[in-house]
């Protein structure tokens, strides 16, 4: 198993601002997500965020709006930038050990863009 | 477009009551089932599913998946107001590790 902790836990920023989430492991992982589930949606993949190489972003996602860094095997960022209230939503940072186990999921960032 | 879809979205019973949620998909390089109950944020794992056939059990919940008929139910017996959540489908694709989401169940459960 894994233990992620994600920070913040939630938070309230003014639009055009950004806004950077951190998400630890408690081990090393090959494998770590970010999803954003809008309010009332399901999860969607926002990119897989790749060791020591750029993130690998779904369709719909960029970069320059979620630059994402993973420095090394148990740590991520993701970077909400010049947010507006169309990005409000929960944002959650998720790993996996190998494929035949199941994904683990930090706490979420709720963000609410005023 | 991989995609999968869940249903009921909603649904109402009261304690005691069974229930079956549904999860149907129509995916490429299918590798993985997996079912999660999201009470506030975080998605808490229940099951994992790759082979057709098997049940997978824990308490009053239990799962099965039809590879044949890209399917699979969640059941839940004796139903608790505690299982007021929203149940959530996802598929594992290929070998990137990443998971498709229907659009969940909304289950509450009435006193």
């Known amino acids: 198993s894994a233990v992620i902790s994600q920070k913040p836990s939630r938070d309230i920023c003014q639009r055009g601002t950004s806004l950077t989430i951190q998400c630890q492991v408690d081990?090393?992982?090959?494998?770590m997500f970010w999803y954003r589930q809008q309010p009332g949606q399901s999860l969607t993949l926002i990119a897989t965020?790749?060791?020591?190489?750029?993130?690998?972003?779904e369709s719909g996602f960029v970069i320059d709006k979620f630059p994402i860094s993973r420095p090394n095997l148990t740590f991520s960022t993701l970077t909400v930038s010049n947010m507006s209230p169309e990005d409000s939503s929960i944002y959650l940072c998720?790993?996996?050990?190998?494929?035949?186990?199941?994904?683990?999921f930090g706490q979420g960032t709720r963000l609410t863009v005023v | 477009e991989d995609k999968v879809v869940q249903s009921p979205l909603s649904l109402v019973v009261h304690e005691g009551d069974t229930v079956t949620l549904n999860c149907s998909y129509e995916v490429t390089n299918f590798r993985s089932l997996l079912w999660y109950k999201q009470e506030k944020k975080a998605p808490t794992f229940l099951f994992m599913l790759?082979?057709?056939?098997i049940e997978k059990k824990s308490g009053r919940l239990s799962s099965i998946l039809d590879k044949k008929e890209l399917f699979s139910i969640l059941n839940i017996t004796a139903t608790q107001t505690g299982d007021s959540a929203i149940y959530l489908c996802?598929?594992?694709?290929?070998?990137?590790?990443?998971?498709?989401f229907g659009k969940g169940t909304k289950l509450s459960v009435k006193p």
């Open positions: 965020a790749n060791q020591g190489s750029e993130a690998t972003y």
């Open positions: 081990s090393q992982v090959t494998m």
């Open positions: 996802a598929v594992g694709i290929g070998s990137q590790g990443n998971l498709i």
């Open positions: 998720s790993v996996r050990t190998d494929l035949n186990t199941e994904a683990f």
């Open positions: 790759t082979s057709s056939g």
